[in-house]
């Protein structure tokens, strides 16, 4: 019996998700990475990511206050239910910011996955010294202040 499987990577700021979600956006082929799916739901470009990539920064991960949240996942619903069986993948950024600041986020999003008979969540974390360094990298890149 095949399943519904979604791999959803939650991308810890400054762990190198930019670049994974780099190597996927230039790899995808008809939707598919590797024979896994990867919704079009809340893809956009992004301009600030490496490479534009559309999945950096995915709507599926919105603020659940965002009136966009519930639109991608309801797209998403669509492209599982019409897609059959099979294995799925979701990259996110924003997935690590908006579960620290929203207490009620991990359960809203518990509720969304349930449409997967399998979830596999996975993320890179860093040290805090190097996260540092690098944020401030980033900041000086794109015009913010260093301190």
Known sequence: ??????????????????AIQHLI???????????????ASGSTAQ???????PIAH????????DGLWEENWDGLASEVSSGGDGEYLV????????MGKDDGYIA???RKLKL???VVVFCWLRRQDQFMNSLRVQKAKHGGVQN
């Open 58 to 65: 995915h709507g599926l991960a919105n603020d659940k206050k």
């Open 91 to 98: 990259s996110s950024e924003i997935f690590s910011f908006v």
């Open 1 to 18: 019996m095949t399943v519904k499987k979604l791999y959803l990577h939650i991308g810890w700021r400054k762990t190198g998700s930019s």
């Open 108 to 110: 809203a999003l518990a």
């Open 47 to 53: 301009k600030l990511v490496t490479g534009g990539s």
């Open 116 to 118: 997967f008979d399998e």
């Open 25 to 39: 956006t230039k790899n995808i082929h008809d939707g598919l990475f590797l024979g896994i799916r990867v919704p």
